[in-house]
């Protein structure tokens, strides 16, 4: 038999979980791994391309755009107008395409997938590479120094020299008296 003062307090802590908190955990475990492996095989053969979700030049677009709703929408954004046919068309033409480019990705079905709260890497390299420790903490940590009887952290001031606060701001003057511009004003009769 184990003492208990030889085990950690998380293991004692451990011990006296109830089985079902413990095998809850493992149920989340194998969860977790069971969603890790879904996402592995979704990734790992793309239903789509960037290709597909750009336009067809040769086909017909799905919703044209008159003249009329491309001035419209530019006096709306503040734009200017196309200062020629051509200009006019090829605007036409690629608002077109931004148009397919959104109603491919509208078909795309979301349904039981979480709303996105942030883009950042969660693999365990991106994890790894956004975890901050000490070796990235040591140029602040040199920075400081104890003090008082607490040795509560100061940061130590440094001076810092820079060509702007030695410019000579009077150096295109005319005419100057000390550190002041001097301004001639016209003289009234």
């Known amino acids: ?3 208990s003062s030889s085990i950690c307090f998380r293991c004692r802590a451990a011990v006296h979980r109830p089985v079902s908190q413990l095998v809850s955990f493992q149920h989340r475990k194998a969860a977790l791994s069971t969603k890790a492996s879904t996402a592995h095989k ?3 053969q793309p239903t789509w391309s960037v290709r597909s979700l750009l336009a067809d ?6 919703e044209t755009i008159t003249s009329a709703q491309l001035h419209h929408l530019l006096k709306l954004s503040a734009l200017p107008l196309p200062k020629s046919e051509e200009e006019e068309a090829s605007m036409i033409a690629t608002l077109q395409s931004q148009l397919h ?3 491919a990705v509208q078909r795309v ?3 039981g997938l979480e709303p996105l709260q942030a883009i950042r890497d969660e693999t365990e390299g991106g994890r790894r590479e956004s975890a901050i420790g000490l070796d990235d903490l040591k140029e602040a940590l040199a920075k400081e120094t104890r003090v008082g009887h607490y040795k509560r952290p100061r940061r130590v001031k440094e001076k810092i020299e820079s060509e702007a606060e030695n410019w000579d701001a009077l150096s295109t ?3 100057k008296a000390g550190k002041y511009f001097v301004v001639e004003s016209a003289k009234k009769p």
């Open 42 to 44: 979704i990734l790992a």
């Open 101 to 103: 480019f959104v109603k």
């Open 1 to 3: 038999m184990i003492s």
């Open 109 to 111: 079905d979301t349904t």
């Open 57 to 62: 030049s040769d086909a017909s677009p799905a």
């Open 173 to 175: 003057a005319s005419k």
